[in-house]
């Protein structure tokens, strides 16, 4: 407490994400090591019908994993469509880590991981695949805009991809974003969230964003990297968000009537803002304050 360390992390999860990240920071560690450790507490929860293990499938019935990594320094890590590897943050770190390289897809992130000693097990739930097979009977693709909070555990929402941002009690920051992408997705589809500048971005000199929300729209308006640089410009997280959402609307007015798009900020002196384009986007902080640890924000619209 007092140190300025801070994490934030994306929807309701978030509070248990940052759970997992803050022990981290309260005992001095890096922003970056609190993002892993609170990615990985969502990759293995088991009632997020969007990361890691509780996740539904695309429409063949694959469940495939995104995830990035990155540090305020600009070192990164990422992996696209990672099959049956309960971790993809730490395949992601590992990436930046011992690779030259910034991001491995499909096959060969999974043979990279398996040789760093990432255990290969099925993940798939019986709920995701019971949802699956509902979805196979009408077989009907709408991207949903997430505007209701998920009512249980494996409604088909594309809620709750996790975003989560950190600043040391150093001052440096770190962000993560994992991920099991767009329910029913095209096989082989990646969104946003290992896309480094789109579902995350991190600059010490400036701050750090992250997005949840249909992906496309981050990739087509580099959208977390956006945020940052309006940060470098001078606005708060919050009025960063909301203009990078305005940007979004202007690409594609129409869609964005149909589509949820959400953006989470943290600047390099720690203050938070969020935006979404509708409303329902909710996103906890936890800075070890006096009052309730964990609290919940639900972002402006
Ligand atoms: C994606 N942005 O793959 C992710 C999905 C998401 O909460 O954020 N869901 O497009």
Redesign the pocket.
């Known amino acids: 407490a007092g140190s300025g360390a801070k994490v934030v992390s994306?929807?309701d999860f978030g509070v248990g994400a940052n759970a997992a990240a803050w022990p981290v920071l309260a005992r001095g560690g890096s922003a970056l090591d609190a993002v892993e450790a609170g990615a990985r507490w969502a990759e293995a929860d088991l009632c997020n019908p969007?990361v890691g293990r509780c996740g539904n499938p695309d429409r063949d019935g694959v469940l495939t994993l995104?995830a990035s990594i990155m540090d305020g320094d600009g070192r990164c890590g990422a992996v696209a469509a990672l099959e049956d590897i309960l971790h993809p943050v730490s395949v992601a770190r590992a990436v930046m880590e011992k690779t030259p390289h910034v991001m491995l897809v499909g096959e060969g992130a999974q043979r990279f991981a398996a040789a760093q000693g990432f255990p290969k097990q099925p993940l798939l739930t019986d709920e995701a695949r019971k949802a699956w097979r509902e979805w196979l009977k009408t077989s009907e693709y709408q991207p949903q805009i997430?505007a209701e909070r998920r009512q249980r555990p494996g409604d088909a929402s594309?809620?709750?991809?996790l975003g989560i941002l950190a600043i040391g009690a150093d001052g440096k920051l770190a962000g993560a974003c994992t991920?099991s992408?767009?329910a029913w997705?095209l096989h082989g589809r990646v969104?946003?969230?290992p896309i480094v500048g789109a579902?995350l971005y991190v600059d010490n000199e400036a701050g750090a964003a992250t997005?949840?929300?249909?992906?496309?729209e981050?990739v087509r308006n580099a959208a977390s990297f956006l945020v940052v640089e309006l940060m470098r410009q001078g606005r708060s997280p919050g009025q960063a968000c909301r203009e990078a959402i305005e940007r979004v609307v202007r690409k594609r007015p129409e869609a964005s009537k149909q589509l949820q798009v959400?953006f989470l900020a943290l600047n390099k002196h720690g203050e938070v803002g969020a935006y979404a384009l509708h409303q329902g986007f909710v996103y906890a902080v936890h800075d070890g304050g006096a009052g309730p640890h964990e609290r919940l924000h639900e972002s402006a619209s």
Not at 158 to 161: G, K, P, R
């Open positions: 994306t929807w969007t995104d997430n594309n809620h709750d991809t991920t992408g767009m997705k969104g946003d969230s579902g997005a949840s929300g249909v992906g496309e981050m959400c």
